[in-house]
């Protein structure tokens, strides 16, 4: 469980929750690229983390010997014998061929560019009235008054679950992905979320709607209707992927503006480079961590893996790697060459990444059209979450 | 200047897309190919640098 000692070797004994990572991981980083690349630890059991772009897309590629089966540092359920269990676990994402193939093909079409342009308008709707509750203040927490209300309405729309539970479908993925060291909230948030997808498969059973979550529940694979159990398990990720790692991406893109009123003053006037500064601010503050787990023992950069343990599939590290991208930690808003990977690499890559990017492009246009000019409120502290999703948690700004 | 997307790499980032929607389609599943035959019309070439310039899997290429 828990290891709370400060962690003093990264190289040897890293842990990603720990808070020095947390509040800023890219000098951890920084000093494993050049001193030791592929980091290990035996906390929550010998994981190992690379940090280098190259690295990183081979272990991503390589999925013979690093499987999509455990995904978390800490497992999403089953460490407790009494725990509710999804028996396929979350796929696509936390399976391998063929079960990826077939359930990402079912996913896919609900997050293609053209479905996404449709799910547009409703996005900016939301984003403007999320602006219009806290204008008149002249000032808000751009994290929790804005970037966390938008990505989970949206995806309940797309899964036809009420947006009047957004708050709760909220607390559940922090409680399964934030706070997974904290038995009693992990173990709510996996019953929340277990439950409420149990009760509105059934629902939909008889009372289909036009939603994704229907839509999943009249496939077929194979001649056969999809079964409940790999419903459950895809609604349950589409929830869980779709609402904490965007609204890190949007959190950590107003921090950045918020700090850096060069970069702010050039993207509330000049659109046209808003299409480069999406990519640029994935690529500089990519949330998303995820693990793989070893198959069988196999030796990679010189380290001998054995079959078990996990490796972070450090994609954040990889797009901070000074061998793939001229001056990695500055912030460059029309960035030309940035093959950056925040949306992962290979059979993988994010099914949502086209709503994503959306979601990120029109909030930063509907704040940066109402609220040109912004800061960080004097005396606030902006806090983090880390681990294998960062993004500010608490973001308060003015705008007098 | 013509180009291709290498049907074995493309993982369906879309990046292509996103950056020169003159130049590629892109299916439901996000598999992207070259319009027509992968002759960029006079004036996108930049364009067509810069979805090769910002392919993750190296997908993008320019055959000729």
Redesign the interface.
Known sequence: MTDLTPVTHWDTDFDVLDPGYVADPFTVWDELRATCPVAHTDRRGSTWLPTRYHDVVDLAHDIEHFSSAEITVIPFTGERPDEPVLQYGLPPISADPPLHTWTRRLLLPWFSHRRVEGYEPMTRRLCAELVDGFIGDGSADAARDYAQQIPVRVIAAILGVPSSMSDTFTGWVRDVLEFADDPVRRRRGIEGLIGFFIAEVARRKTDPGDDLLSDLLHSEFDGAVVEDSVVLGVAALVLIAGVDTTWSAIGSSLWHLATHPGDRERLATDPDVMTLAVEEFLRAYSPVTMARVVTGDVEFGGCPMRAGDKVLMNFPAANRDPDAFAEPDRVILDRELNRHVAFGSGIHRCAGSNLARMELRVALEEWLRRIPTFRLAADEQVTWAGGQVRGPRHLAVEFP | MRIRVDPDRC?????C???APELFD?????LSTAVGDGTVPPGLEDRAR?AI??????AVEEID
């Open positions: 993982e369906g980032h879309a990046r897309y996103g950056l892109v299916d439901d599943y996000g810069l310039a910002n392919c993750p899997e190296f």
